[in-house]
């Protein structure tokens, strides 16, 4: 994935400032199995996404490849963490994917 990083794009397992007409924008995207990513933990991936929102004064949006457990997208087999990443960091915007074997 290090190869593909380049402005304007944000590969998994980063945090990154993106510039945009309307201004900078802190977007972060949390992998699938993030808790096997060994390159960078989940839990710093949300610390330096808060502390860039507020150095930048800017929006954050967090790009999760699964949706919160035990809600209607996430189901059972949604990441049981999220929800409360979210409330504990309170990114402006929570994107999700996909759930891999959801009935």
């Known amino acids: 994935m290090d190869c593909l990083e380049r402005p304007g794009l944000v590969t998994d397992g980063r945090t990154s ?3 945009t007409p309307a201004g900078t924008v802190v977007v972060t995207t949390i ?3 993030h808790w096997m990513h060994t390159d960078v933990p989940a839990d710093d991936l949300w610390r330096k996404g808060a502390m ?3 150095e930048q004064k800017a ?3 967090v790009l999760h490849h699964e949706p919160p457990f035990d809600t209607t997208v996430g189901g059972t087999r949604g990441d049981p963490e999220l929800f409360y990443k979210i409330r504990e960091y309170c990114p402006n915007f ?3 994917g996909h759930l891999h074997g959801q009935p």
Do not use: E, G
């Open 59 to 61: 929006h954050w949006i």
């Open 52 to 54: 860039l929102r507020k």
């Open 31 to 33: 992998p699938f199995n």
């Open 94 to 96: 929570v994107v999700s």
């Open 17 to 19: 400032l993106i510039q």
